[in-house]
């Protein structure tokens, strides 16, 4: 079965840069999206098909995707952005929806 | 407004039956292909399954097969999950969503989740 492996977690300063990245066989090849998930909280999409941001999704949230990475990119990170990031993709083989083992993102 | 509102969890002893229920308001629930994904407790997101949204096709994670199925009630603008022959490792929190039509197999609108624990 496909698998998506992401870093369990990324530390970023305020206004920093943070990427978070998805490694999975050829994901180049697939349409990835990528959720966060605040505590108690169900996911929310943030990005879609590799770049695409779903409306009242601010532009600092940006993808990426090529060979056998996709990354996430948050810029002028703020302290709201602190939260568990999940990449997905929809495996065509098994005809089943992947997703990575996740990330937590800690604003210092 | 768009919105999905799961209900149906609760304890339940192991082997036994838990019917969950999303309805979905605020959008043509019978253009949307839709999902239930879970999360154990502390754990990372988990595709169970999926149905088109005619209902014609599904799709189920080998973990749930034979035990899980989906349907749903176009009319009622109703989605269901049936577990059968609960085990521990099905506890966790439900969540039901929809397909995005501008992007297959993305999920982008999901409920708040329901609680299912299964422990004797």
């Known amino acids: 079965s496909y698998v998506l492996t992401q870093t369990p977690s990324v530390s970023v300063a305020p206004g920093k840069t943070a990427r978070i990245t998805c490694v999975g066989n050829?994901?180049?090849?697939?349409?990835v999206h990528w959720y966060h998930q605040k505590p108690g909280q169900a996911p929310v999409l943030v990005i879609y098909?590799?770049?695409d941001r779903p409306s009242g999704i601010p532009d600092r949230f940006s993808g990426s995707n090529s060979g056998n990475t996709a990354a996430l990119t948050i810029s002028r990170v703020e302290a709201g952005d602190e939260a568990d990031y999940y990449c997905q993709v929809w495996d065509s083989s098994s005809d089943h929806v992947v997703f990575g083992g996740g990330t937590k993102l800690t604003v210092l | 407004q768009v919105q999905l509102v799961e209900s149906g969890g609760g304890l339940v002893k192991p082997g036994g039956s838990l019917r969950l229920y999303c309805a979905a308001s605020g959008f043509t629930f019978s253009d949307y292909s839709m999902t239930w994904i879970r999360q154990a407790p502390g754990k990372g997101l988990e595709w169970i399954t999926s149905?088109?949204?005619?209902?014609?096709?599904?799709q189920i994670a080998d973990s749930v097969k034979g035990r899980f199925t989906i349907s749903r009630d176009n009319a009622k603008n109703s989605l269901y999950l049936q577990m059968n022959s609960l085990r521990a490792a099905d506890t966790a929190v439900y969540y039901c969503s929809r397909e995005a039509l501008t992007a297959n197999d993305a999920f982008d609108i999901w409920g708040q989740g329901t609680m299912v624990t299964v422990s004797s």
């Open positions: 098909s590799d770049t």
């Open positions: 149905i088109s949204s005619s209902g014609s096709s599904k």
């Open positions: 050829n994901i180049g090849s697939k349409s």
